[in-house]
Each structure stands twice: as structure tokens, then as C-alpha cells.
């Protein structure tokens, strides 16, 4: 039987390119590929990993092939977004780490995680998306590993 996981990269990490939420990316893309992506989480979603893609001028399937067929190390994974991007400008990089870091979820998405977190749903609880996914999927490794 196969184990999954739960991508415990947040989304306001980067690495030595700068570009936050890509190690996550890589992280779920290598996970999936592997088999081994935690039910519910898509390997490439419609939100912080399309921006990222965008902002890269990199295409969704390349990323698939490369890494299912090199299964890179993160390192790996920079050197060939770096040969491969066609918009790795520090603006463009810039730019999408602000909308990243301020992206808030909307208030029902924002109430459904801070629910099941046991965290009220105020004024003084977080509504920025990195920091709801962040709990989240502590949450969600909780559930699947350590009760």
C-alpha cells in the first residue's frame, strides 16, 4: 500500500530564485507523479500554482513531463524553470510574490478552515491565503498522520 502525503511546503516559501510557492509546486508535481499527493490536493491548481506557471511563461505539461521523467531535486527543478522560463524578470517575480503574499481567501473558504482548526472566525484571525492554506495542511498532516 501506498502512503501520501501532504504538501508541507508553504506557499510564502521560495527558493534561490526567489519565486514563492515554486518549491511547493515542485513539491506536489513530484508528489502526484510518485502516486503519492495527498487526496484533495491538486498537483497543478487554478490559483497560486497557475500564477506561479504565469509568471514563469513556463507550460503546465512541460513541468509534468519534466519532472515525472527526471524527478528532480528542488536545485534541479530551479535550473531547468531557469533555462525553460521565458518571463524571469525580478519585476515579474516581485509582482507575483505581492499578489501571493496578498491574496486573501474569501470568507467562506477563510471560515471552513479556521473552523476546522477550532480558531474563531473574527476579526483577529488570519485572512491572507498563505497563512489559511498554512493551517490547513497542518491540519489536514494532523488528521492523516499524528492522531
Not at 508535481?29 to 491538486?42: D, R
Not at 525553460?84 to 470568507?107: F, P
Request: glycine share 10%.
Amino acid at each position: 500500500m501506498s502512503e501520501t502525503y501532504v504538501p508541507m511546503i508553504s506557499s510564502g516559501v521560495a527558493g534561490p530564485l526567489g519565486v514563492v510557492h515554486l518549491p511547493r509546486l515542485w513539491l506536489k508535481v513530484s508528489l502526484e507523479e510518485a502516486g503519492k499527493l495527498a487526496s484533495g490536493y491538486p498537483a497543478v491548481g487554478k490559483g497560486f500554482d497557475a500564477m506561479a506557471l504565469a509568471v514563469l511563461g513556463l507550460d503546465e505539461q512541460a513541468v509534468r513531463n519534466y519532472i515525472k521523467q527526471k524527478k528532480p531535486t528542488y536545485p534541479e527543478f530551479e535550473a531547468w524553470v531557469k533555462k525553460n522560463a521565458k518571463s524571469l524578470t525580478r519585476e515579474a517575480v516581485e509582482k507575483h510574490n505581492a499578489a501571493v503574499r496578498g491574496y486573501d481567501h474569501d470568507d467562506e473558504t477563510r471560515g471552513g478552515i479556521l473552523g476546522a482548526c477550532g480558531i474563531a472566525h473574527d476579526a483577529s484571525a488570519p485572512k491572507d491565503g498563505v497563512s489559511l492554506n498554512n493551517l490547513d495542511d497542518w491540519y489536514e498532516f494532523h488528521q492523516a498522520v499524528l492522531r
